[in-house]
């Protein structure tokens, strides 16, 4: 058994999911010289929601914050998570796009792209591996795993299989909602490591309780890299924590190699971060605790802070235990999807409507309907005929890979955006979030130039009458 290597993201997924990816570059940056001497496997810290955060409510440069971590992180390998066709946006793009904002992605310091699709539907995410390999980067195709009468261990280790012969650089099994359970987990690992020639890395999320006891098991079955956070931002809604993991594993044949001094002197940056966003707000207690409803209605903890949003806008909190019961309904009618960003979104609010409304389906938001017509790709079951005349009437299916019904739009876009661009990655950003990237871009250029005309007056001085 190889060593066990530790991926760390404190810097991307653990604020993503306990404080609505909040944390800033000048937050991360005093940090970043001690995380990069600690010798993780990679640093995750890009991608997901940040990209889209970071502009509308930080007034950040994404593609800026990227560079500060790589100029700062010289020694260990950047990680991102990418949606496939979606990108870091809510929609399909178009290909021309997609090979762009990899090929940027990479040239700005981004090492490995760890690349799903919500509907396991790898006819989305082909399109970005082939990009990420040909600039020389890792590509890492994943699994968004789940569980339903259509999901199972041989179903997994086929779909791995099939990601390693598209050219994946390795396979992570990504369990968005906690659900993967310890001795499943053994199962799946080894099944994995039968079949496959490249590494398995497993991420899972701390919501369930079960979390660090799966890292265990899957450890034993030989995964060969698990996804952690330093402990002031670990366990609820985000990951395991890095430092009882490396201390368990210490003198065994599964030693990380880690320091465990270095970790806790890591830990103490965003100590404070978390005492600060504790007393203002912004991190909310209950996103640490325990929440084993995830078991029951896999919901993951950012789609049930959804939820409970949108039943308070509506005045029916009373309703959330009907709600609940809903979402493995609605899931079920739409084909089993793992509920991961966009369909977690996608069957919240259908489930949500279908309760308000006292009826089913009454009301469809047309993102229900897309997931439906096959806009986001093939679902891991069909979809009955029922359902589908119900919500698309008369329309007709999409039976292709979505991605081939959208023309070039590259050009297009830089047309659209030319008054804002000041680097070539401002295209991509546009193209992403159009409105988001306007009211940012607008915000950049007036700070300039309150910049220009502040250093102006300095420069001009003070002459006498």
């Known amino acids: 058994m190889a060593q066990v290597k530790i991926t760390e993201t404190i810097l991307r997924d653990a604020h993503q999911s306990l404080a609505a990816t909040r944390m800033t570059i000048d937050e991360m940056e005093p940090a970043l010289a001690k995380l990069d001497g600690i ?6 810290c890009w991608g997901g929601a940040t990209f889209d955060s970071a502009m509308r409510f930080l007034n950040e440069d994404p593609w800026e914050r990227l560079r500060t971590i ?13 949606r496939g066709q979606n990108l870091l946006g809510y929609k399909h793009y178009a290909d021309d796009v997609v090979d762009s904002f990899v090929s940027r992605s990479i040239a700005n310091g981004i090492d490995i792209i760890r690349i799903f699709d919500a509907l396991n539907d790898f006819r989305n995410i082909e399109k970005a591996m082939k990009a990420c390999r040909r600039e020389g980067g ?4 994943c699994i968004s795993y789940t569980t339903s009468p259509f999901h199972s261990i041989e179903r997994f280790v086929s779909d791995a299989g099939r990601l390693q012969d598209m050219g994946a650089d390795s396979v992570c099994i990504k369990d968005m909602a906690g659900l993967l359970l310890p001795y499943e987990a053994y199962k799946l690992v080894k099944a994995l490591k039968e079949t496959l020639s490249i590494p398995v890395e497993l991420h899972t999320h701390y919501t369930s309780g079960v979390g660090s006891m799966t890292y265990l098991k899957a450890i034993e079955a030989g995964c060969d ?3 952690t956070a330093l402990s002031p931002l670990a366990m609820g809604t985000s990951q395991p924590p890095t430092e009882p993991l490396v201390a368990t594993l210490a003198g065994t044949e599964y030693d990380t190699g880690l320091d465990l001094r270095q970790l806790t002197e890591a830990s103490e940056f965003f100590r404070e971060i978390r005492q600060k966003w504790l007393a203002s707000g912004l991190l909310d207690p209950k996103v640490l605790g325990v929440d084993v409803n995830a078991l029951i209605y896999q919901v993951p903890g950012g789609m049930l802070s959804n939820l409970v949003s949108q039943l308070k806008q509506a005045g029916k909190m009373d309703q959330l235990d009907a709600v609940l019961n ?5 899931r079920e009618d739409f084909g089993y999807p793992p509920l991961v960003t966009p369909t977690s979104q996608i069957v919240g609010t259908q489930a949500v409507m279908n309760i308000i409304m006292n009826e089913r389906y009454k009301l469809v938001p047309k993102e229900s309907r897309g997931l439906v017509k096959g806009e986001y790709g093939r679902t891991p079951a069909p979809i009955s005929a029922a359902i589908q005349e119900k919500i698309l009437g008369s329309e007709e299916p999409i039976t292709c890979r979505p991605a081939d019904l959208i023309e070039p739009e590259l050009d297009k876009i830089r047309i659209q955006a030319a008054e804002y661009i000041e680097q070539e990655e401002d295209i991509l950003t546009y193209a992403m979030f159009p409105q988001v990237a306007e009211k940012f871009f607008k915000w950049r250029r007036a700070q300039r130039h309150l910049v220009d005309d502040t250093v102006g007056s300095a420069e001009g001085g003070y002459q006498p009458a």
């Open 39 to 44: 010798g993780y496997n990679a640093l995750e």
């Open 138 to 141: 890792h590509a890492q195709g």
């Open 326 to 330: 809903e979402v493995p309904r609605v």
């Open 225 to 227: 890299i698990v996804d």
């Open 70 to 82: 790589r100029k700062a992180c010289p020694r260990t390998k950047l990680q991102m998570l990418l």
